[in-house]
């Protein structure tokens, strides 16, 4: 198994469907991360996950609900999204969310690659 | 607030030849740097980061990068591209110290590396 998984790879949806990114990793760490990553546009942090806990919702909209039932998985539930909120979703994770800003390295998964019609 | 420029959107060059990918950043602190490399179809991968000590950091590849206090810089250099190097590269920064669990991100540079 790689370190950081997600699923699916591709995902089409409709504005009116509920559909969900799966992110699992497997290097025991402490905090799991989205990015939105949209053609010529920097990353954007959208939730950071600390031991399970929310410690960052970057003002995103309610129509993407983040849920972390433990350290090892993280999911990203989407509702009646908008054509505008098609881009590559990136799961990361990293030994601890508050010893990123000191020393810490982020993993990444490869990414789910939504297209909203 | 920070923020970090690339200042190519584009970099292609020819096998064998020295690349160099530019960064600036702007931090009202003292920071930490990174560079991260995404493959076609990949999610991203530490290159190499800048934390204290020596100006002059060395990653995997055979990538560097040189830290310039002064110019607010981190640009990333390699003497001879591969093939292989052609991917995305993103510069990123952190702040020293406090709660903070954002790396801001650049917009990427895209590397072809031309036979």
């Known amino acids: 198994e790689t370190g950081v998984t997600q699923t699916p790879r591709h995902l089409v949806m409709g504005m009116t469907n509920k559909k969900s990114l799966k992110c699992e990793q497997h290097?025991?760490?402490?905090?799991m991360y989205w990015y939105k990553q949209s053609a010529k546009k920097p990353l954007e942090l959208m939730f950071v996950y600390s031991l399970e806990e929310r410690v960052e919702n970057n003002s995103v909209p309610s129509r993407f609900s983040p849920e972390c039932p433990n350290s090892s998985h993280l999911f990203l539930h989407l509702h009646t999204l908008q054509p505008e909120d098609s881009a590559l979703y990136l799961c990361?994770?990293?030994?601890?969310?508050?010893?990123?800003?000191?020393?810490?390295?982020?993993?990444f998964g490869e990414g789910s690659r939504l297209t909203v019609l | 607030a920070q923020s970090v420029t690339q200042l190519d959107s584009q970099v292609p060059v020819f096998e064998e030849a020295p690349v160099e990918l530019r960064c600036n950043y702007s931090s009202s602190v003292s920071v930490y740097l990174f560079w991260y490399v995404q493959y076609p179809n990949q999610g991203l991968q530490l290159l190499l980061k800048y934390l204290s000590g020596s100006t002059l950091v060395k990653g995997i590849n055979g990538f560097e990068a040189e830290f310039n206090k002064s110019q607010t810089s981190f640009h990333l250099r390699k003497p001879s591209v591969h093939i292989s190097d052609t991917a995305e590269y993103f510069c990123a920064v952190s702040d020293r110290g406090g709660s903070n669990y954002k790396l801001t991100f650049g917009k990427g540079t895209l590397l072809t590396v031309n036979p």
């Open positions: 290097l025991g760490h402490n905090a």
């Open positions: 990361a994770s990293s030994q601890e969310a508050l010893v990123l800003a000191v020393a810490g390295e982020l993993f």
